[in-house]
């Protein structure tokens, strides 16, 4: 499966928690994350994860290319309830675009640790079935 990963700052802790927790579960799937997140992922875990850009310079924009692509499988995307982001369009956007194409999103850790048990038991295969399908009208 493809999966993204993004956190905002005061939740990147949080993140790499996480991911090092379900370290087994992640290293069987390919991972996507925004530039920091990533990077910090990597180092933390040595997992290998195809990073774009950072968030507010462009990074939710292109991991919602990925999704309008149906090219995504899960996006767990700790954010920060707490803090005005300068693209919280694109955050928006890239949550909007999870539900046109009905991409599992998890944005705290509560939900996240039901996607990723989930994901382990098998529980997403349907999404192999409807990610080719891409919508063109
Ligand atoms: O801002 C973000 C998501 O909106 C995250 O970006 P970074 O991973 O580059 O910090």
Avoid at 5 to 30: C, E, G
Avoid at 40 to 69: C, N, W
Avoid at 73 to 97: G, K, W
Avoid at 101 to 114: C, F, I, Q, W
């Amino acid at each position: 499966m493809e999966i993204a990963l993004i956190a905002h700052d005061k939740k990147k802790d949080d993140m790499l928690r996480f991911v090092t927790a379900y370290k087994r579960i992640f290293s069987k799937h390919q991972l996507y994350a925004t530039g920091t997140t990533g990077k910090r992922i990597m180092e933390e875990t040595k997992l290998s994860v195809h990073r774009f850009q950072s968030g507010p310079y462009g990074g939710d924009q292109e991991i919602g290319a990925l999704i309008a692509k149906n090219k995504l499988d899960m996006v767990i995307f700790f954010r920060d309830p707490l803090t005005a982001q300068p693209h919280e369009p694109d955050v928006s956007a890239l949550m909007r675009l999870c539900d046109v194409y009905s991409v599992p999103l998890a944005t705290n850790m509560g939900t996240a640790e039901v996607l990723i048990r989930g994901l382990d038991k098998g529980d997403l295969e349907w999404r192999s079935i409807t990610r080719g399908e891409t919508k063109n009208e």
